[in-house]
C-alpha cells in the first residue's frame, strides 16, 4: 500500500512538471511581440507620435496642422514626434521668437524628433523630407533651423498643394515664417546661417558682444566720413604743375640769355 502511494506521488509530480514546461514557451513566446510593438516612453512627450512604417511617418496636431516625414534611412518601429512649441512650452517658444527678431512674422515653431523602442530621443542622421501643411495662412512662408546654440539657418524648401517640404538630416527646432515683402528687409539665403544673439534659457536679455540687440546675425557695418577726392590724385596733379611752371620758367630764363649774348654780339 505504501509503495502505491510512493507511485501515484511521483507520476503526480512528473504530471506538474510536463504542464509547467508545456506553457512556459507559449508564456515567452506571447511576450516577445509585446516588447518589439510597444514602445515605453522614458522621455518627456509633449507633442503627437506616430509610428515610422516603411520609411513614413505622418502627425496631425491639435490645430489641424500635419507634419509628415519620409527617407529611406528611416527605421520601421522608430516613434515620429512632433510638439508644436508655441503650445506645449512658452519660454522655449519666447526664446525661439526672440532668435528669429526680424526674419519674418506668423512663426509656428516645431520640435520634430524620434524616440526608440527604449524609449529614448534617437538621432535619425540620414536625409530625409519633412512636410508640413500651411493651412491657408502663408503666402510667402520659408523654412528656418534653430540651433540648440542659437544659431538661425533659412533653408531650401518647396510648396505645393498648400504645403511647404524640405530637407534636413537632424532632429532639431524648426519654424515657420511668413517673408516681409518689403525689398529694405534683408532675407538670408538658403543656407546661410544667422548667428545668434541669444543662448537657451536667457528668454532673448543677453545682447550680442558689441552691439545693442536688433536682427539676429545682422553685421555691423563700421562708417567713414564722406570724400570728396582721392588725395592721392590732387598731390599727383600738384606736383606734376609745379614741375610745368618750374620747366616753362626755365625756358623764358634761357631764351632771354640768348638774346642777350646775341645783341653784345
Given at each position: 500500500m505504501g509503495l502505491l502511494k510512493?507511485?501515484?506521488r511521483t507520476l503526480a509530480g512528473a504530471a506538474v512538471l510536463c504542464l509547467v514546461f508545456s506553457l512556459s514557451p507559449?508564456?515567452?513566446?506571447?511576450?516577445?511581440?509585446?516588447?518589439?510593438?510597444?514602445?515605453?516612453?522614458?522621455?518627456?512627450?509633449?507633442?503627437?507620435?506616430?509610428m515610422v512604417e516603411k520609411g513614413k511617418g505622418e502627425v496631425a496636431l491639435s490645430d489641424g496642422t500635419v507634419v509628415t516625414v519620409e527617407g529611406e534611412s528611416l527605421q520601421d518601429g522608430l516613434l515620429f514626434l512632433v510638439e508644436n512649441v508655441g503650445q506645449t512650452d512658452a519660454s522655449l517658444h519666447e526664446w525661439i521668437t526672440k532668435c528669429m527678431e526680424g526674419l519674418g512674422t506668423n512663426l509656428r515653431a516645431y520640435d520634430i524628433y524620434f524616440v526608440d523602442s527604449s524609449g529614448q530621443r534617437y538621432e535619425v542622421t540620414g536625409r530625409m523630407t519633412i512636410t508640413i501643411s500651411l493651412n491657408g495662412e502663408y503666402s510667402s512662408p520659408a523654412v528656418y533651423y534653430v540651433s540648440s546654440a542659437g544659431s538661425v539657418m533659412r533653408l531650401d524648401s518647396s510648396v505645393t498643394d498648400d504645403c511647404i517640404s524640405f530637407e534636413t538630416t537632424h532632429n532639431s527646432y524648426y519654424v515657420l515664417a511668413e517673408q516681409e515683402e518689403e525689398e529694405t528687409k534683408p532675407v538670408p539665403t538658403p543656407g546661410e546661417e544667422i548667428k545668434p544673439t541669444t543662448t537657451p534659457g536667457t528668454n532673448g536679455n543677453n545682447q550680442s558682444a558689441g552691439g545693442t540687440g536688433g536682427m539676429a546675425g545682422s553685421k555691423a557695418v563700421q562708417g567713414t566720413g564722406a570724400k570728396t577726392g582721392d588725395e592721392t590724385d590732387v598731390m599727383l596733379w600738384t606736383v606734376l604743375l609745379c614741375g610745368s611752371v618750374v620747366t616753362l620758367a626755365g625756358l623764358i630764363i634761357k631764351k632771354r640769355h640768348r638774346k642777350g649774348i646775341s645783341k653784345n654780339m
Open positions: 510512493k507511485r501515484i507559449a508564456a515567452v513566446y506571447a511576450q516577445e511581440p509585446q516588447q518589439h510593438s510597444q514602445t515605453v516612453l522614458t522621455t518627456q512627450v509633449k507633442g503627437q507620435s506616430d
